[in-house]
């Protein structure tokens, strides 16, 4: 599946219409390497003029824990070709499980000099649901001109919201004095 750039679309609209919700604080977040000074709060800082700059060998590796099973919709990733060149991504891994041990790879994108959002929807491979996890690892495969090192400048990882009205048959009976007397009202 072909990564859907969102140069002109911001990824935060569904979030503030409030069919998605951005569940990256709930995590706990850890690189594969970086430099000092450009890591887990340059890219979870908002600010497109900051990034993680990697410092080893591919693959890079950005490893996002939930401490419960976590619904993820997609991850938005905004990187910008025009700045960082041969440290822009070209090949990008998702993976999703329960630990470092039993990961699957959901998705594999190749980016052809992307600037601003990219949009990665994350479905499960065996029902096309959003996929279910207590671990996401976005894997860095490649860079444009085979460079060594990576910069990502921010990553949101949303969840869907659930539309479920509260019923009142939800709650059973009424069964104690104290709470019998708001049963009608007069």
């Not at 679309?9 to 069919?19: M, T």
């Amino acid at each position: 599946m072909l990564p859907r750039p969102m140069n002109d679309l911001n990824p935060f609209r569904a979030e503030g219409l409030g069919k998605l919700r951005e569940v990256g604080s709930q995590a706990i977040w850890s690189l594969s390497s970086c430099k000092p000074g450009f890591g887990v709060d340059q890219l979870r800082d908002n600010c497109m003029d900051t990034y993680w700059q990697s410092d080893g060998q591919l693959p890079h590796l950005v490893n996002i824990q939930f401490r419960r099973k976590t619904t993820v919709q997609d991850i938005s990733i905004y990187t910008d070709y025009k700045l960082d060149e041969s440290y822009t991504p070209s090949r990008i891994s998702v993976r999703a499980g329960t630990h470092f041990n039993d990961l699957q790879e959901v998705e594999v994108l190749d980016l052809n000099e992307p600037s601003g959002w990219v949009h990665i929807p994350t479905k499960s491979l065996s029902n096309g649901k959003p996929v279910r996890a207590f671990m996401l690892q976005i894997a860095v495969v490649s860079n444009h001109q085979n460079g060594r090192d990576t910069h990502i400048r921010q990553i949101k990882v949303h969840s869907p919201t659930i539309d479920k009205p509260i019923m009142v048959d939800d709650f059973g009976p009424f069964s104690t004095v104290e709470f019998s007397q708001y049963q009608y009202l007069r």
